[in-house]
């Protein structure tokens, strides 16, 4: 499910294929687009309201484009995976597949809707505790940080996360992390981030120095990959559970504020 950057539509994929579109204002159904396999990822292009980008289940990638009458839809194969991540900024689209990493641009302004690969981030570094363990992206986040004006951050799921430097694209930093990284979320400012910790529950750090900021934990009935985000600017944390319940978590004293 993913609200476009305005909260004008709402998109929602389903798993017999479909991907519906929905206007807020009214509750209207506009489009239903019936791909070739499930959109297990969505992302609004930020510079645009009416466009929606599409990770499909069988490797590909689909642009949706609103109109009055129509929705314009482009795809090309992207991925040997599934794109399970997809971040996008500006003409500038990130893609996360399994082990693979990709950087796509847009070709000839961004109403032409023509993607070209730019760059193959390659892998994470590995250690003796990780090596013999898949290589799993499990989020992607475009953010910025005092002496950066533009960074991507990607998670995976035995490897901790890498940033680089989305002008020269090098790798700034590799962090490894215990645990499995299940998904993630940045502030706007980029100073904070959370991370979905399979096993404990969720970490709170400190992005330029890496130190901890403090732990959410809550009941885990299962290995399960749950998503967490900030909201109210940064002030607040939202998580899931295996347990049927959403938690709502206060960042400066890391306490519990309600659950849903």
Known sequence: VSYNPGGSFLAISTRDCLVSIWKVSDYQLLHVYSGSSIAVSLSWLPAREDTLMCGLEDGS?????????????????????PVEC???????????????????KLRDGISSGKWCAERDLGMPPTSSHN????????????????????????????????????????????????GC?????????????VISNMTTGFDLYDVESMSSMGTYKH?????????????????????????????LWDVETCCGIHTL
């Open 86 to 104: 997809l971040a996008a900024k500006g003409m500038s689209l990130a893609s996360g597949a399994h082990e693979e990493l990709f950087i796509w």
């Open 61 to 81: 990638i689909t642009s949706l484009t609103i109109t009055d009458s129509s929705l314009d839809v482009v795809g090309f194969w992207a991925h040997a995976f």
């Open 181 to 193: 990284i299940a998904d993630a979320d940045i502030t706007a400012d980029g100073r904070t981030m």
């Open 131 to 178: 090596e013999a363990r898949e290589v799993i992206v499990t989020s992607i986040h475009w953010t910025k940080s005092k002496r950066y004006s533009s960074l991507l951050l990607v998670t995976f799921l035995h490897h901790g996360f890498m940033v680089f430097d989305a002008k020269t694209w090098t790798r700034i930093r590799a962090f490894p992390l215990k």
């Open 219 to 247: 009941d885990v009935a299962a290995l399960r990959m749950v998503p967490v985000t900030f909201i109210h600017g940064g002030n607040a944390v939202v998580s899931g559970s295996t347990v049927g319940e959403a938690h």
